[in-house]
């Protein structure tokens, strides 16, 4: 019969925990939590549309790039329409296919998830100019960065907004 390592009290087989001090108990078929290194995917909205491309991309955030990853829009699911439309707004969960799988992803897996993905170092951006088109219901973002200049829009939550004010705080103009 196995006993605790903390306590020395005897367990029965199968037990994950120590009934006497909580003292969890290793086994081979527990699994053992890794935080994530390195760069993490913190938030993502969808959907985004960028002018002068085709399709639908997932903004995926992390503290250092904003990475855009091509996605396809699926039918609007009705439970979930009628919760943002009485403003109960779920993080991540756009009409667009299974975007939380980006939290599970390092940043160059996202990238290399589907052709035509892309980045922009936070660093690099100069300017940002987040406006509202009341015709469409979104947020317009205008990007300057090294390399260019970049609009897209994005659901109108109040969520994405205030992580972009975070991100680039003294660079963004309302």
Same mark, same amino acid.
């Given at each position: 019969?196995? *006993?605790?390592?903390?306590?020395?009290?005897?367990?029965?087989? /199968?037990?994950?925990?120590?009934?006497?001090? /909580?003292?969890?108990? $290793?086994?081979?078929?527990?699994?053992?939590?890794?935080? #994530?290194?390195?760069?993490?995917?913190?938030?993502?909205?969808?959907?985004?549309?960028? #002018?002068?491309?085709? /399709?639908? @991309?997932?903004?995926?955030?992390?503290?250092?790039?904003?990475?855009?990853?091509? !996605?396809?829009? !699926?039918?609007?699911?009705?439970?979930? *329409?009628?919760?943002?439309? #009485? &403003?109960?707004?779920?993080?991540?969960? &756009?009409?667009?296919?299974?975007?939380?799988?980006?939290?599970?992803?390092?940043?160059?897996? !996202?990238?290399?998830?589907?052709? /035509?993905?892309?980045? !922009?170092?936070?660093?690099?951006? *100069?300017?940002?100019?987040?406006? @509202?088109?009341?015709?469409?219901?979104?947020?317009?973002?205008?990007?300057?960065?090294?390399?260019?200049?970049?609009?897209?829009?994005?659901?109108?939550?109040? @969520?994405?907004?205030? $992580?972009?004010?975070?991100?680039?705080?003294?660079?963004?103009?309302?």
């Amino acid at each position: 019969m196995p *006993s605790c390592t903390n306590c020395g009290k005897p367990l029965l087989e /199968g037990m994950h925990f120590c009934p006497y001090c /909580g003292q969890p108990l $290793l086994s081979e078929e527990m699994e053992t939590f890794e935080p #994530a290194r390195g760069e993490v995917v913190t938030a993502i909205a969808s959907p985004v549309r960028i #002018a002068g491309m085709e /399709g639908s @991309y997932a903004l995926a955030m992390t503290s250092e790039r904003l990475l855009f990853a091509r !996605v396809q829009e !699926v039918e609007v699911n009705k439970a979930k *329409s009628g919760l943002r439309q #009485a &403003g109960i707004f779920l993080p991540g969960s &756009g009409d667009s296919d299974n975007i939380s799988r980006f939290y599970e992803m390092t940043a160059e897996q !996202v990238l290399q998830d589907a052709e /035509g993905n892309f980045s !922009v170092d936070a660093s690099d951006v *100069s300017s940002v100019r987040l406006s @509202y088109d009341s015709d469409d219901g979104r947020y317009v973002i205008r990007l300057r960065y090294e390399e260019g200049e970049i609009t897209f829009t994005m659901p109108y939550e109040r @969520y994405y907004r205030d $992580l972009l004010f975070r991100m680039f705080e003294d660079r963004i103009t309302w």
